[in-house]
């Protein structure tokens, strides 16, 4: 049996009320080769493995397999990872490496399971169940290591999400120093994803010191050298920084994910809840970017339903995935993911052009997306509810089978109901911190700014993009107060969120719009240019070429 020594660990004194010890094992070489976890074509797994035919009228739901240790206390580990996929709507199993003994105090005690029954249960699991994505946690032991490669060598997955827990965030140590030399050289090199936080990374690099966002980039950089194709260094604990604030590295560029950091202590589980999250992203089919994305919201709008609960009298709380967000997991966006390039050319519908051109709101719709509308909103000021739900329900029928998001103006009852991909707000309407706890994390929510200020709001209130204007007069506001072109550039270059241009623009005026040239301008909302005219095609393919020119003129 392996003793601890008494040095510290990730500037951690090994705490001397948790009975931890790990099994020790002898240094292997394991020689996979880089190259399969790109193979995405499952190997033949033997006679049992056959492809079965399904019985007819079955589905395959999206599955993670969590590889981790149990939290007596629920709020990390395994039991964070079954809560967080089953709130993402994916199936989760689960591989038990250790027991812990753990509350809201801290670790009091650590079972490190034996590793031929880790073994046993990963066969078991992957061997019938085939999950698209293994998810790992607490590794106590080189040899849990070793024999987690080995598995992943004879059945292949989709993804593989490193979660290197090596410290509980009350200083416990969960996997002692012996563990990096696996991590290195075995474990990292496989995954699609390492989820380090800072003082893990720290760790992983020889006791590099973190402290600010470069720090973060640069560690990214170097774990990114020990082989795996993504590492994500995640800036919870960065104290310094007042957004919370976590950094990407894909080998080629740098992202941060950034979010409003919620005022409390209940952030225990944070990690495991992050990286199993992202893994059910990708099981689900979401690039790494994305899932990322959707994640971190899915852990803020957690954080901040949960900010006031009291669960145990330590200083550390957990928080609660489901009580909120078990409603959303049934109204999951079913659409492609939302990319800011949608934005082109935004159709935005009136019930009074469609009422004067003899025009059910479904056929308008239709026309706009076959004259290449890339985006299309609802906006039914007068309309019955009862009408607008129908109408909204054919449209959402259109726009998927088109491949366009559907956004629902201001009613996000209506965009409840009829399963729209979002909502956009005016400044009066409800705000959209508020859309984004009733909607949940994958919503698109925009908000209707005419002020840098205003925008600032937009992003620290969870939206996805803005809708700036009045860019130019229209007749479709009263008493619209015009920004101009250069209130326009004024409020993209002070955006964080990307931003369309709404208001009288048309094929005349669109050019100038889109030669501003702003990197976040990412197109034009049209209501009239479109709508209220003859043949609704005909007007959106001519507006559409006139905008990728001009965009394609500044670039
Ligand atoms: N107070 C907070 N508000 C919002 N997001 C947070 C907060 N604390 C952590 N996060 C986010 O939770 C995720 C887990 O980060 P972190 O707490 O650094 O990891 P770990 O739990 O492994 O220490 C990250 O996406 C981080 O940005
Ligand atoms: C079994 C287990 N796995 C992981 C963590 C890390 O979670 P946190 O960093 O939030 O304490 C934990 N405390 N317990
Ligand atoms: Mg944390």
């Known amino acids: 049996m392996y003793q601890h020594p008494t040095v510290s660990f990730m500037g951690f004194q090994l705490c001397s009320h948790a009975p931890f010890s790990i099994p020790i094992h002898h240094k292997f070489q394991l020689s996979i080769s880089r190259d399969f976890r790109r193979t995405r074509v499952p190997k033949p797994r033997g006679m049992q493995q056959e492809e079965e035919p399904k019985p007819s009228g079955k589905v395959r739901v999206p599955h993670v397999l969590t590889v981790a240790g149990s939290d007596s206390g629920a709020g990390a580990g395994i039991q964070a990872d079954l809560k967080a996929c ?79 827990v090596m410290v509980s965030t009350s200083g416990d140590v969960l996997a002692g120093p012996l563990i990096l030399a696996s991590f290195r050289e075995e474990l990292l090199p496989l995954a699609d994803i390492v989820t380090p936080n800072l003082r893990e990374a720290s760790t992983l690099l020889g006791g590099l010191p973190m402290e600010t966002v470069a720090d973060m980039r640069s560690a990214a950089k170097s774990i990114h050298d020990i082989g795996p194709r993504h590492v994500l260094v995640k800036g919870g604990d960065l104290l310094a920084s007042a957004d919370a604030v976590d950094v990407l590295f894909d080998g080629k560029e740098f992202y941060e994910f950034r979010s409003t950091r919620i005022k409390t202590l209940n952030t225990h589980g944070t990690g495991c809840t992050l990286a199993s999250s992202i893994a059910a992203e990708l099981a689900r089919g979401s ?21 006031d609960i009291l669960i145990g009298g330590g200083r550390q709380g957990p928080f609660d995935h489901l009580m909120q967000l078990k409603n ?30 003899g025009r059910s709101m479904g056929d308008a719709v239709k026309a706009a997306i076959e004259g290449g509308a890339t985006i299309v909103q609802l906006r039914e000021k007068d309309a019955e ?18 491949g366009v998001p559907l956004l629902i103006n201001d009613r996000i009852d209506i965009a409840l109901a009829c399963g729209a991909d979002g909502v956009h707000v005016g400044q009066s309407d409800m705000p959209a911190r508020v859309a984004r706890s009733i909607l949940g994390p994958d919503k698109i929510i925009g908000v209707s700014c005419k002020t840098p200020e205003q925008a600032e709001k937009a992003w620290t209130d969870g939206a996805d993009y803005i809708g700036c204007g009045g860019v130019y007069p229209t007749n479709t506001k009263e008493n619209n107060i015009t920004v101009g072109l250069d209130g326009l550039k004024t409020v993209c270059l002070e955006s964080k969120l990307p931003v369309v241009a709404i208001g009288g623009i048309g094929i005349s005026n669109a050019k100038p719009v889109m030669e501003l040239g702003v990197p976040n301008l990412k197109g034009v909302a049209v209501v009239s240019a479109l709508f209220d005219r003859e043949s609704v095609s005909t007007e959106a393919q001519n507006l559409l070429r006139v905008i990728v020119d001009a965009t394609k003129a500044v670039k």
């Not at 990963?122 to 040899?143: C, I, Q």
């Not at 509810?385 to 088109?402: G, M, N, P, Y």
């Open 287 to 307: 690039s790494v970017l994305s899932a990322i994305k959707i994640a971190k919201r899915y852990v803020e709008s957690a954080l901040d339903y949960s900010k």
């Open 86 to 164: 089953a709130a993402r709507g994916v199936y989760c199993s689960t591989v038990i490496t250790a027991v812990t003994a753990q509350n809201t105090v801290g670790v009091q005690g650590v079972n490190v399971l034996n590793e031929d029954f880790v073994r046993e249960q990963l066969n078991s699991v992957l061997s019938d169940m085939r999950p698209d994505v293994v998810k790992t946690g607490m590794l106590p032991s080189p040899g849990i290591v070793k024999v987690l490669c080995e598995s992943l060598q004879e059945f292949q997955v989709r993804a593989l999400v490193v979660d290197p």
């Open 385 to 402: 509810t009862q009408d607008f739900l129908e109408a909204a329900k054919t449209c959402v029928e259109i726009c998927r089978s088109h």
């Open 328 to 357: 959303n997991a049934l109204s999951l966006r079913v659409g492609r993911p939302f990319d800011p390039s949608d934005f082109l050319l935004y159709a935005v519908t009136d019930t009074a052009m469609n009422k004067k051109w």
